[in-house]
């Protein structure tokens, strides 16, 4: 042995034989760890497997997103609390808020063009009634600090 020791060279790249890699054996016996899967994406994965449902007396394959949507909708038929489930899901995703949005923007800008055409119709009776007194000049109405 101390004959091998004394044949081998050593130094940098050049470890001593009894620290050397077996022959067929790896540096990195477990190797590198697998792609570890999120737990959103195995959610994903889930929920976008298929389910063969019974609707209406036809059988249809569906995701199991779509049947757990579809059977959340039908218990909120009857239960408060899945309605309440329902609503705040459709709030957090904005569904049906887009109507809503319409309507009210409709409804403030009816308001507005209301609120300008009675200012508009105000400042023509003030014209229409200037004209009629046959001056040029508005009329002054009396303020209460004039006393």
Do not use: W
Not at 18 to 35: A, L, V, W, Y
């Amino acid at each position: 042995m101390a004959d091998e020791d004394e044949h081998h060279e050593r130094g940098y790249g050049k470890p001593p034989k009894h620290s050397q890699f077996k022959k067929g054996r790896s540096g990195n016996p477990k190797g590198r760890p697998k792609d570890v899967s999120s737990i959103k994406a195995v959610l994903k994965a889930e929920l976008n497997e298929t389910l063969t449902v019974t609707e209406n007396g036809k059988t249809c394959e569906v995701s199991k997103l779509t049947a757990l949507i579809k059977s959340l909708t039908a218990a909120a038929m009857k239960d408060p609390r899945a309605l309440k489930i329902l609503l705040a899901l459709m709030h957090q995703l904005g569904v049906g808020e887009e109507e809503e949005q319409v309507e009210t923007v409709d409804t403030v800008d009816l308001d507005f063009l209301e609120s300008q055409l009675a200012q508009a119709r105000k400042k023509q009776k003030r014209s229409n009634s200037d004209s009629a007194d046959g001056e040029g000049h508005p009329t002054h109405s009396p303020k209460k600090n004039d006393e």
